[in-house]
T-cell receptor, first 115, second 112 residues
Framework: GAGVSQSPSNKVTEKGKDVELRCDPISGHTALYWYRQRLGQGLEFLIYFQGNSAPDKSGLPSDRFSAERTGESVSTLTIQRTQQEDSAVYLC?????????????FGSGTQLSVL | GENVEQHPSTLSVQEGDSAVIKCTYSDSASNYFPWYKQELGKRPQLIIDIRSNVGEKKDQRIAVTLNKTAKHFSLHITETQPEDSAVYFCAASKNNFNKFYFGSGTKLNVKP
């Protein structure tokens, strides 16, 4: 595709339910990031994948959050037993090689609302 | 870890005026400072960046300055236009590039 694709664009769920968010990076991009953007706030780092290396999960806020990536393709972010404080926009970004000081290409995000 | 603070949170200017957004960072090892623009309902996009080996970089109406001693960097937009209205985010990273630390954002409103 032409850019980073995320789905769904909007997700409304009930407290306690599990949700799965999907990210399709730009073809050939080895690095993939997940960020969380709460209303009116900055971008909060969640997790980073680089090729076949072990992911950097240091930003995941709790064990309810997990993410997977198959090779250098699609990634899914899973939030279990959602809470109202999980409501936010979840942004995915990719970069060509994950080398130092490289431009991030963002998706349009998934707006998650937990009722 | 790194802490990036950004000011102001909102900025309103008249079309044609200049706008300045300032960020400070805490980790002296940070060496790369990008700025992203996020228009309403759209994804963030890189507009300019600066590395620690230079003090200033300019691209048409946009410039960024870096003061490594004081650990702050600024975005300058001259001759602002309504299409400059957006939220601007600064960020900092170092050689462990997997973590870009973002500021809280500045909502810029350019009044025609």
């Amino acid at each position: 595709g032409a850019g980073v694709s995320q789905s769904p664009s909007n997700k409304v769920t009930e407290k306690g339910k599990d949700v799965e968010l999907r990210c399709d990076p730009i073809s050939g991009h080895t690095a993939l990031y997940w960020y969380r953007q709460r209303l009116g706030q900055g971008l909060e780092f969640l997790i980073y994948f680089q090729g076949n290396s072990a992911p950097d999960k240091s930003g995941l806020p709790s064990d309810r959050f997990s993410a997977e990536r198959t090779g250098e393709s699609v990634s899914t972010l899973t939030i279990q037993r959602t809470q109202q404080e999980d409501s936010a926009v979840y942004l995915c970004a990719s970069s060509p090689s994950g080398t130092t000081n490289e431009k991030l290409f963002f998706g349009s995000g998934t707006q998650l609302s937990v009722l | 870890g790194e802490n990036v603070e950004q000011h102001p949170s909102t900025l309103s200017v008249q079309e044609g005026d200049s706008a300045v957004i300032k960020c400070t960072y805490s980790d002296s090892a940070s060496n790369y400072f990008p700025w992203y623009k996020q228009e309403l309902g759209k994804r963030p996009q890189l507009i300019i960046d600066i590395r620690s080996n230079v003090g200033e970089k300019k691209d048409q109406r946009i410039a960024v300055t870096l003061n490594k001693t004081a650990k702050h960097f600024s975005l300058h937009i001259t001759e602002t236009q309504p299409e400059d209205s957006a939220v601007y985010f600064c960020a900092a990273s170092k050689n462990n590039f997997n973590k870009f630390y973002f500021g809280s954002g500045t909502k810029l409103n350019v009044k025609p």
